[in-house]
């Protein structure tokens, strides 16, 4: 990854970003308003406990609801609602005369009023494939409807509208009888698969200091909220070293947005992977730190690496990981991605529900990385093979790609587009040809691309597809790429306007406090040298990836337009001479 004589762009280091992720196994992401509102509701005993109840309040959307857009609102707005709603009613008759009440009632009948319009009856709305989504929205529309109930009995200041109204309903296709079989198993000692660790939240009281469930470095499946469920209701005391260790995440998580958390955290394994590959190609030559391609080996066991300890292995990561390996000339075999081999394709999980484009198409950089030098190298063609076929067939009319992990297209499509680009056969071509041509189509006035709006992210896929795939048209190309380039430095140059300055887009305001446990957060908080963890990451870094609701791995979006740029300059330098 030489940087000595390339178009890097003024001010972006690609050494300080590899430094950054080096030192921080935790990973760089935005603040969840579901993850932020579990806390809310079931730890108000943690530290920062207000300024997460301010942030809910000031992060809600003109209509009510919470997150977005679109249907992507519904598992946020009803963890926002819930959780407020165990504020206001939790408390006593001399705090509800306090000014901040009259906000968190007024928040909760806002969100009440959006929850009813987008779950009547009579709605047949589509809603995203996002992470235990078929446990949490019947799970919490449950709690809401219980909070109903108990308006009848305890009226609450602010919500007397709600006295003696209907109740939620459940969206058609999510059914609480899977949850309700877990809580069965779960109530019953069976194990629980560790994927649902992450959402063990949707457990209720079954989730706490649940047997089967075993914490990493004190987090449960990587989530505050699956933390806070375990620990259970209390004040953050109590005995024994797992416990402690499940407290002192929590405070620690809370310190780097100053309140509010993230929905996934660590996830050092998928940062350090994607990061490295993106970098990789645009800087080839330079070493990354030592620590990076060493923390990655060791993250492998038999079916691979997670996203980050305490989450099961997958194979996403798993070849996230080998590919990113083998650009920095640390290789290892792909041997445990066969465990995940299925008739037409592979598998993420064992036991899936939804294949994965993005997916595929690692596994089929993974396995064209190692193909060339594999003792049994037929048995890996065929699964390129096999793999290039069934990305041919997910693409859509438009050219594009979707997948479940990304609620953008782009993602999806630059992803298809490198592996096929790389290590398809003929038959890739007009797949090829026809994911440039709708990016070509698709591109915005203002130079960006992007689902909902334009931003950084979805242009540096975009542009990047542009660079991989063929287009009828050259010139376009570079007209289109160049655009993308100029876009993306206006958006450089406001980041570094804003550096300095509070944004207070998603923030929680209030005052900051100093207790013990680190309040004020530190080096790796919101006052951090690099800014990175400031509360302002959701508008410069608008999440567009699936967890429980949507978040943004902010090092990986920093270090693919970083990649975009540089080759941008580069290759439509290379494509002139």
């Not at 926002?80 to 009632?105: C, K, N, W, Y």
């Not at 079916?303 to 650009?327: F, R």
Request: aromatic share 6%; net charge neutral; with cysteine.
């Amino acid at each position: 990854m030489s940087t000595t004589r390339t178009a890097r762009p003024a001010g972006a280091s690609p050494q300080d970003l590899l430094a950054e992720i080096a030192v921080d196994p935790m990973g760089q992401v935005t603040a969840s308003v579901y993850e932020t509102a579990r806390l809310v509701a079931s730890a108000p005993w943690l530290s920062g406990h207000r300024r997460r109840i301010e942030f809910l309040i000031r992060g809600q959307n003109p209509d009510g609801t919470w997150g977005g857009p679109g249907p992507y609102v519904l598992v946020p707005t009803l963890s926002a609602v819930e959780a407020l709603f165990t504020v206001v009613s939790a408390a006593r008759p001399g705090e509800r005369a306090a000014s901040g009440h009259s906000d968190v009632a007024g928040a909760v009948h806002r969100g009440l009023h959006a929850l009813f319009a987008r779950l009547d009856p009579q709605s047949r709305a589509v809603l995203p494939d996002t992470i235990g989504a078929e446990f949490l929205i019947p799970w919490l529309v449950g709690e809401i409807n219980r909070h109903l109930d108990a308006l009848e009995r305890h009226p609450v200041p602010g919500l007397a509208a709600w006295h003696g109204s209907g109740r939620l309903h459940t969206p058609d296709g999510w059914d609480p009888a899977p949850l309700d079989r877990l809580r069965h198993a779960a109530g019953q000692g069976h194990a629980l698969p560790p994927k649902v660790w992450h959402s063990l939240e949707a457990l209720g009281g079954t989730a706490v200091q649940a047997p089967q469930v075993r914490p990493v470095g004190g987090a449960v499946g990587c989530s505050p909220a699956a933390t806070a469920a375990w620990l259970g209701p209390g004040d953050g005391d109590g005995a024994g070293t797992e416990r402690r260790r499940a407290i002192e995440y929590l405070h620690t998580v809370q310190a780097r947005h100053d309140g509010p958390v993230p929905g996934v955290t660590p996830i050092g394994v998928f940062e350090r992977a994607w990061v490295l590959s993106a970098l990789a190609e645009a800087f080839p030559g330079t070493a990354p730190p030592r620590e990076l391609g060493h923390s990655l080996h060791a993250a492998f066991g038999d079916l691979g690496v997670p996203a980050g300890a305490g989450l099961p292995p997958d194979s996403d990561d798993t070849a996230g990981a080998l590919h990113a390996l083998a650009l920095i000339g640390r290789p290892r075999s792909p041997e445990c991605l066969w465990a995940y081999e299925a008739d037409t394709h592979f598998r993420c999980f064992a036991a899936e529900r939804t294949p994965s484009t993005s997916t595929n198409a690692h596994i089929l950089m993974a396995f064209g990385d190692h193909e060339a030098g594999a003792a049994d190298r037929a048995r890996y063609r065929r699964a390129i093979g096999k793999i290039s076929h069934w990305l041919h067939g997910q693409q859509r009319p438009d050219g594009s790609w979707i997948d479940k992990w990304h609620a953008s297209p782009y993602y999806a499509t630059v992803c298809s587009v490198s592996a096929l680009a790389r290590h398809g056969d003929a038959s890739s071509a007009a797949a090829l040809r026809a994911a440039a041509e709708w990016v070509l189509g698709t591109q915005r006035h203002d130079g960006s691309w992007g689902l909902w709006s334009g931003t950084s992210e979805e242009t540096a896929y975009a542009m990047q597809t542009l660079l991989r795939a063929p287009a009828r048209d050259d010139g376009a190309v570079r007209r289109a790429v160049l655009r993308g380039d100029a876009f993306l430095a206006g958006q450089h140059r406001a980041d570094h306007r804003d550096h300095d300055g509070r944004d207070d887009h998603d923030g929680s305001g209030g005052r900051r406090g100093h207790d013990r446990h680190g309040e004020r957060g530190g080096p790796d908080g919101p006052d951090g040298p690099d800014g990175h963890g400031r509360r302002g990451d959701a508008r410069r870094y608008p999440p567009l990836w699936h967890d429980k609701d949507l978040y943004a791995p902010v090092a990986v979006i920093r270090a693919e337009t970083l990649a975009a740029r540089t080759l941008a300059r580069t290759r439509i330098l290379e494509r002139q001479r």
